[in-house]
């Protein structure tokens, strides 16, 4: 069972959060911080959905798992059990672990995985931020099934930058595999063919009212009429951008993945894997029962999962009929491949002021994104089951991301340990081509690597992701870990070096940990390299990360304790 004891503690006793700008952050953070204490217990649990019962990998037997509530300025001590058959790791989606990336929790980067019958305890604090992040495993698969919310709300006595709604209500946006997803990773991961589809979408671990066996357990979410409630939108997909909307009522966009926007209304909400977006909704309509739903965003000429999840939103006034409320009213959904309306909604999202962004760039960097294709000796043997008998794989500026297995990156930056990284990932693509064109064919082959790039502690980073159409365009969202980042500019085509930067917006970007690359386009976001360690940087559709689409980017410490990585903890697991 999870358990959770409140401590008082005083800020400057988080020994190991001494840099500078962690300790001036910590100062202004109040006196009443708690550290929480959590045990998560990795286990199989029956779970039955679509009519059938598998044996899912759960947190302390819950699926979702666990809500985590805190504040800004608390510590968490997690302490994780493994009893599951599988290796595992968690990340706490978001959180940037300053100066400590053994807490984050991607296996073999930063640490070697949790072994069954084996234990680890992640230790952190949250600084300086607020809203809505997510926690999920981080070992191949396991994070279809393994994951739950983050929510970090405002210290004692500070307000919302927004009036106090009546309630909030979470919704974890899934999708279900009628099959364990580790087996669905492993057929693909044998064949080289794209992996299967999920069967289902999800709120909250529920299918809803449009699948079979489903409707009783349909998530319900009551509101009074006239108030006002705050709606926590996770997105806990594992390959699919989605498309969110609640029937006959508006959102008003007032935060994305732990950072406040500017107040913008919606019909619509595009949130693609791993992103998370806070709304306000007011119940201004006739006491009713309306559903929410949501369905895929397609930006691949790839099959996909075209099913409805749906919850529904009961006005406490509405009337009955005999005791049972009429059907829900439908919400209009955009098409599956509705581009223009997901381009125009992540176009609304912005700082609520300005903010500042990094405009004297040292590091100027060009990442293609996309998939590939694996020549086979025996095209069309068991395991050359892709296109014209090849193999899915996919790469950043033409290097196929291999984890290694012997150790964690991490571990081998930090004890000098020769031959289990490279720091030579290139720059930029090291071929020109055009990126969204007709390919030649050479060009659709990567290389295999463990490549990392280095950063200088403090330098001042712009990275351009750009798609290709190899394969197929697509939309991928790329999520940085350790940092977050403000999106600057986006476009579709080829971006264009001397040009598109004049367009850039450099007053009120989003601040986000996960961005989406145009479909046929490109992305454009900038950071300062302030948090050392080895941070690995992805695509968060885990069809796409299983076959390479990832770097690492190695902040180098700067100067002096305060401006260095932690030392590992004694309990750190090994491979």
């Given at each position: 069972?999870?358990?959770?004891?409140?401590?008082?503690?005083?800020?400057?006793?988080?020994?190991?959060?001494?840099?500078?700008?962690?300790?001036?952050?910590?100062?202004?953070?109040?006196?009443?911080?708690?550290?929480?204490?959590?045990?998560?217990?990795?286990?199989?649990?029956?779970?039955?959905?679509?009519?059938?019962?598998?044996?899912?990998?759960?947190?302390?037997?819950?699926?979702?798992?666990?809500?985590?509530?805190?504040?800004?300025?608390?510590?968490?001590?997690?302490?994780?059990?493994?009893?599951?058959?599988?290796?595992?790791?968690?990340?706490?989606?978001?959180?940037?672990?300053?100066?400590?990336?053994?807490?984050?929790?991607?296996?073999?980067?930063?640490?070697?995985?949790?072994?069954?019958?084996?234990?680890?305890?992640?230790?952190?604090?949250?600084?300086?931020?607020?809203?809505?992040?997510?926690?999920?495993?981080?070992?191949?698969?396991?994070?279809?099934?393994?994951?739950?919310?983050?929510?970090?709300?405002?210290?004692?006595?500070?307000?919302?930058?927004?009036?106090?709604?009546?309630?909030?209500?979470?919704?974890?946006?899934?999708?279900?595999?009628?099959?364990?997803?580790?087996?669905?990773?492993?057929q693909a991961q044998f064949t080289g063919a794209?992996?299967?589809?999920?069967?289902?979408?999800?709120?909250?671990?529920?299918?809803?009212?449009?699948?079979?066996?489903?409707?009783?357990?349909?998530?319900?979410?009551?509101?009074?009429?006239?108030?006002?409630?705050?709606?926590?939108?996770?997105?806990?997909?594992?390959?699919?951008?989605?498309?969110?909307?609640?029937?006959?009522?508006?959102?008003?966009?007032?935060?994305?993945?732990?950072?406040?926007?500017?107040?913008?209304?919606?019909?619509?909400?595009?949130?693609?894997?791993?992103?998370?977006?806070?709304?306000?909704?007011?119940?201004?309509?006739?006491?009713?029962?309306?559903?929410?739903?949501?369905?895929?965003?397609?930006?691949?000429?790839?099959?996909?999962?075209?099913?409805?999840?749906?919850?529904?939103?009961?006005?406490?006034?509405?009337?009955?009929?005999?005791?049972?409320?009429?059907?829900?009213?439908?919400?209009?959904?955009?098409?599956?491949?509705?581009?223009?309306?997901?381009?125009?909604?992540?176009?609304?999202?912005?700082?609520?002021?300005?903010?500042?962004?990094?405009?004297?760039?040292?590091?100027?960097?060009?990442?293609?994104?996309?998939?590939?294709?694996?020549?086979?000796?025996?095209?069309?043997?068991?395991?050359?089951?892709?296109?014209?008998?090849?193999?899915?794989?996919?790469?950043?500026?033409?290097?196929?991301?291999?984890?290694?297995?012997?150790?964690?990156?991490?571990?081998?930056?930090?004890?000098?340990?020769?031959?289990?990284?490279?720091?030579?990932?290139?720059?930029?693509?090291?071929?020109?081509?055009?990126?969204?064109?007709?390919?030649?064919?050479?060009?659709?082959?990567?290389?295999?690597?463990?490549?990392?790039?280095?950063?200088?502690?403090?330098?001042?980073?712009?990275?351009?992701?750009?798609?290709?159409?190899?394969?197929?365009?697509?939309?991928?969202?790329?999520?940085?870990?350790?940092?977050?980042?403000?999106?600057?500019?986006?476009?579709?085509?080829?971006?264009?070096?001397?040009?598109?930067?004049?367009?850039?917006?450099?007053?009120?970007?989003?601040?986000?940990?996960?961005?989406g690359t145009n479909p046929g386009g490109w992305v454009a976001?900038?950071?300062?390299?302030?948090?050392?360690?080895?941070?690995?940087?992805?695509?968060?559709?885990?069809?796409?990360?299983?076959?390479?689409?990832?770097?690492?980017?190695?902040?180098?410490?700067?100067?002096?304790?305060?401006?260095?990585?932690?030392?590992?903890?004694?309990?750190?697991?090994?491979?």
């Amino acid at each position: 069972m999870e358990t959770t004891y409140n401590l008082i503690v005083k800020p400057w006793c988080t020994h190991f959060f001494l840099g500078l700008f962690a300790m001036l952050a910590l100062l202004s953070l109040s006196a009443d911080a708690e550290t929480q204490y959590h045990q998560f217990v990795i286990q199989a649990k029956p779970v039955k959905r679509l009519c059938r019962t598998h044996n899912t990998i759960t947190v302390n037997g819950q699926f979702p798992g666990p809500t985590l509530e805190v504040r800004n300025g608390d510590s968490l001590v997690i302490r994780v059990v493994n009893s599951a058959r599988y290796n595992i790791s968690l990340h706490w989606h978001g959180i940037r672990q300053l100066r400590n990336p053994w807490a984050d929790g991607p296996s073999y980067v930063t640490q070697c995985p949790i072994q069954p019958g084996g234990t680890y305890t992640y230790r952190f604090t949250i600084i300086n931020q607020e809203g809505t992040l997510w926690w999920h495993a981080h070992t191949d698969w396991l994070r279809a099934t393994v994951y739950g919310a983050l929510i970090i709300r405002p210290q004692l006595g500070s307000p919302y930058p927004f009036s106090t709604p009546k309630r909030e209500y979470t919704i974890l946006l899934g999708e279900w595999f009628d099959r364990n997803p580790m087996d669905v990773l492993k057929q693909a991961q044998f064949t080289g063919a794209a992996p299967n589809v999920s069967d289902a979408f999800t709120i909250n671990g529920q299918p809803g009212d449009l699948y079979r066996c489903s409707s009783q357990e349909t998530e319900r979410f009551a509101i009074e009429s006239g108030e006002t409630v705050l709606l926590r939108i996770i997105s806990s997909a594992l390959n699919q951008e989605l498309y969110f909307a609640i029937a006959n009522h508006k959102m008003t966009v007032v935060g994305v993945d732990a950072a406040y926007t500017k107040p913008f209304t919606t019909n619509v909400v595009m949130i693609g894997p791993a992103q998370t977006t806070n709304v306000l909704l007011t119940a201004d309509q006739p006491p009713a029962h309306y559903y929410m739903a949501a369905h895929a965003y397609n930006t691949a000429n790839a099959p996909f999962d075209n099913t409805t999840t749906t919850a529904i939103l009961e006005y406490k006034s509405a009337p009955c009929k005999k005791g049972q409320s009429s059907r829900p009213v439908f919400p209009q959904l955009p098409g599956f491949n509705d581009t223009a309306t997901a381009t125009a909604f992540t176009a609304g999202i912005r700082s609520p002021s300005r903010v500042n962004v990094p405009t004297d760039i040292d590091e100027n960097l060009f990442f293609t994104a996309g998939l590939g294709l694996n020549n086979c000796t025996r095209p069309n043997s068991p395991r050359c089951q892709g296109p014209n008998g090849t193999r899915f794989t996919a790469s950043m500026n033409n290097v196929s991301f291999v984890l290694p297995r012997t150790n964690s990156i991490m571990q081998a930056y930090y004890q000098g340990v020769p031959g289990v990284f490279t720091t030579d990932f290139p720059p930029v693509p090291p071929v020109q081509f055009d990126y969204t064109g007709n390919v030649n064919r050479g060009l659709w082959q990567p290389i295999p690597g463990t490549k990392l790039y280095k950063l200088k502690y403090g330098s001042r980073v712009q990275i351009v992701f750009q798609d290709t159409s190899i394969v197929t365009t697509e939309d991928h969202p790329m999520h940085l870990h350790g940092y977050h980042f403000y999106v600057v500019g986006s476009g579709f085509g080829n971006f264009n070096p001397r040009q598109d930067p004049a367009n850039f917006n450099l007053v009120d970007p989003p601040k986000r940990n996960t961005i989406g690359t145009n479909p046929g386009g490109w992305v454009a976001i900038r950071f300062v390299a302030d948090n050392p360690g080895v941070w690995l940087l992805h695509c968060h559709i885990d069809a796409h990360l299983s076959t390479g689409l990832a770097m690492a980017l190695l902040v180098e410490n700067g100067v002096g304790e305060s401006q260095s990585v932690i030392p590992p903890p004694p309990d750190l697991p090994a491979c």
